[in-house]
């Protein structure tokens, strides 16, 4: 059969005949006037190369072509209409979803984690499956469908993506208790004598937008290395002299670093959701990025 020639209207139509066994009615049931639906039995009749339904003296009589096709038509029809249903309606503590999300180590533990405890409450059949941040392919990932949400710093590269605001990160600078230099008033000249470890995603990358900041008023920090990841970084900030600005929202307790606040640092990185016209209007991932602001609203 030449499966480019079905309309699925028709098997609409026939689920419909197979289930009253009269025209009449299955024209009611469908909104359809009689004789719509007997041209359409015609087309069905000619598709499948068989009567499909007989006149009999009490509607009509299905042919057995047309019983051994009833219940897989039902159920391939059931699982569209779910299908369907499912991308308007979406209960969290029933349905089945999983959402692709693209993303540094920092936005894992800061934004990612909370957001996994809360479902395994909330939407226990949600799954978050994480994939490495790459804004070379960022376009590419959500336009196919490999990554169906990015949480990360907006780019004004990306028009043609939809975005949402989640938070602006602030920075704190971290080191180990006993160093010798970090007091709690530190300025800006004593910060910048310090040594620096920074975390660059992409790699090899000894300057940030920090460092930017710093030399728009005439400061240069000192960078000695350069970290791909920042789940690195405190250990080895507390095994060293070395220092690093981190964002607020990554602190955890650890015992063996301080945490010092720069009020002259006024720099702030902007935390936004980016997805695919494709997935905007399906209702599981609308419920999906409603959550995610809900969670890290007010959290600094």
Known sequence: MNTKKIDLNLLVTLEALLTERNVTKAAERLYLSQPAVSTQLNRLRDLFDDPLLLPSRRGMTPTAKALEMLEPLRQALEQLRYTLQSHMDFDPLTASLTVTVACTDYVQAAVLMPLVLALRSNAPGVRIAVRHWSPQQLQQQLSSGEVDLAITTPTADLPQLRSRHLYDESYVLIGRREHPLLQPDLTIEQAVQLEYVIVSPSGGGFATPIDDALAAVG??????????????????????????????????????????????LAERCAISLIWHERTHGHAGHRWIRDLLVELTADKI
């Open 219 to 264: 400061f240069q920090r000192k960078v000695v290395m350069s970290a791909a990841s920042f789940l690195f970084v405190p250990e080895l900030v507390a095994n060293s002299d070395l220092v690093a600005l981190v964002p607020r929202r990554l602190l955890n307790r650890h015992d063996r670093l301080t945490f010092i606040d720069l009020p002259w």
